[in-house]
């Protein structure tokens, strides 16, 4: 059993837990977008979705601590890897210049990371742990984004996970081994395509809340 | 006629490995562009021999940029502003007139600093040492083409086998990482059928002997690629990453 620790232990086994949990996310905001979309569908439909969704029960209390113990591990292996790398070169240089790899998205992944975390506990906090006995999901959502302070937030939310995703969608591939001269191309098409539909697919839904409202 | 600029060169100075170290101010002037940087700190140094000032310590050996032993970050990059160039074959011709050029070591923790710009590469060594050897028939020579190694695997194994070892990768890298160094050796005998019976112990060795050394965590930042001098590409980490879960998942390699 002590391969498995040594195995994921390692520098390449943490990337490769960073990777593996991030691409399960890739996967879940795909189905919270989709899920998202029948916002443009009005107070019924989305309402009626979140009465589906809740029908699930238990499925959705085990999907839910699922993402939980994926999010421990993306957040903690991530810590892991920032301190590890920070102490890595501890006399930094007096001039810094890159020599073209870095992009702004790679350069902030840890600390788009650490934003995206503070932004899901507020999420969360707004529209998950709530008491929804008086009200329905709709109401909440719109009331919410009825405040043009809590809009801007959302949007520069989004702008942050847009980021994160970037860098963070091909560099899994890279991780996983999966670099081809093939294929890497559309992977890194995709790293942009996803992180376009993430940002503004989720960006604008407060945008269309707020004027529908 | 050999046109000539003049300089104001900030250089780190250190006495020692456990000393503090700074930036010092020297004026490099009548500098001929047709010098190499090195031939350049030559110049500066035979003028502070001769004001009795301790000389400027740096590597260097070959000045063919076929060694890996010189190096040092100017201006922030590591064998400074060309691509594909180690430091001894990159030219003064590609600095102007009046230029300020900061140069400092490649910094890392693995890396300790000998003196001035003069760094210990040994722990990349010791990863090669964790490597191991690749097993070889005893006895007869056999036929030189009883193996067939296909002409684009051969180019790709030799690219790979391009790595001089000079550290620049790990210079580069934002996490001090030394991942496209490892992923060098590790691709350049994993792809060729003698690497093959020792591969997952060799990539399970190496890793770990680059954890124990404490460089950084590679996240794909892609700058080692870029400041390559040999421009090894990144695609040797995925290989490396690939062989490394094949080991550890598929093999008995502990």
């Known amino acids: ?213 | 006629m050999t046109k000539t600029i003049n300089l104001t060169l900030k250089i780190w100075r250190q006495s020692g490995p456990g000393s503090k170290g700074r930036l010092e101010t020297y004026i490099a002037n009548t500098i001929s562009t047709d010098m190499s940087f090195l031939e350049m700190l030559d110049v500066v140094n035979e003028q502070l021999t001769l004001d009795g000032k301790e000389p400027i310590a740096f590597d260097y050996d070959c000045r063919e940029g076929i060694c890996g032993q010189c190096g040092c970050v100017v201006n922030g990059r590591p064998h400074g502003p060309e691509n594909g160039t180690t430091l001894c074959q990159l030219h003064m011709r590609h600095f102007s007139d009046g230029d300020t050029i900061f140069v400092e070591p490649f910094r890392a923790r693995a890396f300790k600093i000998v003196k001035d710009l003069v760094i210990d590469r040994s722990p990349l060594d010791k990863i090669i040492q964790a490597g191991g050897y690749i097993s070889a028939s005893t006895g007869g020579c056999q036929d030189a083409n009883a193996i067939l190694i296909p002409q684009d695997t051969a180019e790709k194994a030799m690219d790979a086998a391009a790595c001089i070892g000079c550290g620049a990768c790990v210079a580069a890298c934002p996490n001090a990482s030394a991942m496209l160094f490892v992923s060098a050796k590790v691709s350049h005998l994993v792809l060729l059928p003698q690497g093959r019976p020792e591969a997952a112990q060799r990539v399970v060795s190496m890793l770990k002997t680059m954890d124990e050394l404490c460089f950084g965590n590679c996240s794909n930042e892609r700058e080692c690629e870029a400041e390559c001098p040999k421009e090894i590409s990144i695609i040797n980490i995925a290989r490396m990453n690939r062989e490394y879960i094949k080991a550890g998942i598929a093999s008995t390699v502990q």
């Open chain 1, 1 to 213: 059993m002590q391969w498995i620790f040594d195995f994921f232990g390692s520098s390449v086994g943490k990337k490769l837990m960073m990777a593996l949990t991030g691409l399960c996310f890739i996967g879940f905001l795909t189905g919270h977008l989709i899920g998202n979309l029948t916002l443009y569908g009005g107070r019924d439909a989305f309402n009626a979705y979140a009465e589906h969704l809740h029908a699930l029960g238990p499925v959705i209390t085990l999907v839910e601590w699922g993402l939980l113990t994926l999010a421990a591990i993306h957040v903690f292996t991530g810590m892991l890897l920032f301190l590890q790398n920070l102490k890595a070169r501890p006399v930094r240089y007096a001039i810094n210049k890159s020599g073209g790899g870095r992009t702004i998205s790679s350069a902030l992944m840890p600390y788009t990371g650490f934003a995206i975390l503070l932004f899901l506990i507020y999420h969360l906090l707004q529209f998950h742990f709530v008491d929804k006995t008086f009200t329905t999901i709709y109401d909440i959502v719109s009331l919410a984004f009825a405040n043009v302070l809590n809009i801007s937030f959302y949007i520069i939310a989004m702008v942050v996970v847009a980021l994160h995703i970037r860098h963070g969608f091909w560099s899994l591939f890279q991780t996983l081994g999966a670099n081809h001269p093939k294929y890497m191309p559309m992977v890194m098409g995709g790293s942009l395509v996803f992180s376009l539909i993430f940002g503004i697919g989720f960006g604008f839904l407060p945008v269309y809340i707020s004027f529908s409202g």
